[in-house]
């Protein structure tokens, strides 16, 4: 009866290991060369704004700014918005930035942004 609870135990022991450190290995933050403002190669009206705290803005449809949360990790980009519904939307998107240009990639389409001084 003893192996058994020893064994439970080292298994009860091996199985929260991974539990613990997967909440540090996903941590994410900030990568500082996004912060600034982005005007899309295509349309210049169009600006994404990324603020040091993790929060932006971009223009959202009838003219309405939409308000979100971002962070990087991993080459990644994530966007997080809530949704006219309550509902919230993310987005990720696979980035680059070289120089002063920004590349989105994501959603079967690759955006180009250009730093605005």
């Known amino acids: 009866m003893r192996k058994f609870v020893a064994f439970f135990i080292a298994i009860a022991m091996l199985m929260s290991v991974p539990m613990l450190t997967g909440c540090g290995s996903e941590q994410s933050g900030q990568d500082e060369a996004l912060i600034g403002r982005w005007a899309w190669d295509t349309h210049s009206n169009f600006v994404y704004t990324f603020n040091a705290d993790g929060t ?50 994501g959603h079967n389409r690759i955006f180009v942004y250009n730093r605005i001084p």
């Open 56 to 105: 932006g803005t971009r223009p959202g449809f009838e003219g309405v700014e939409e308000v979100f949360s971002w962070n990087t990790s991993g080459g990644e980009l994530r966007i997080d918005r809530d949704a006219d519904d309550g509902h919230i939307q993310n987005e990720r998107w696979a980035f680059t930035i070289e120089g002063d240009t920004l590349t989105l990639d």
